[in-house]
């Protein structure tokens, strides 16, 4: 296996409709996504071609697309439609996802309320190998 580097996304800013309200549904907000992708890049280092590695742009117009698209209740779902999307990506080893929901409706005071998952590619068996006890 190859030595696994981190791409790292902070920031990403989205409109969507999810939450478990009517309001939230019908009013939608801005959802913040943060996303770092454990990926190989001593193959993209060499040739310095974006071939090589996760397109970064491409990947976020995809989270973007997650995050406007079906509404969900809880973000704990959105992030982990958000990490399937990124492992979609069959170089993409390993998925750390942070969703924000700063105008989340809490009666008091607060700065931000976010989940973060953690997610990987399971791993591949050689061939003849048992999963678990006969």
Known sequence: MDVV???TMTGLRVFGRH???DHERRDGQEFVIDLTLGVATTAAAASDDVA????YGELAERVAAVVAGEPVNLIETLAQRIADA???DERVQIVTVT??????PITVPFDDV???IRRSRPL???AGF???PR
């Open 130 to 132: 048992a999963a678990g």
């Open 124 to 126: 591949s068996r050689p």
């Open 5 to 7: 580097d981190e791409i």
């Open 99 to 104: 969703v924000h929901k700063p105008s989340a």
């Open 114 to 116: 976010s989940v973060t």
């Open 19 to 21: 939450g478990v309200f």
């Open 52 to 55: 090589d590695t996760v397109h």
């Open 86 to 88: 990124a492992l979609s």
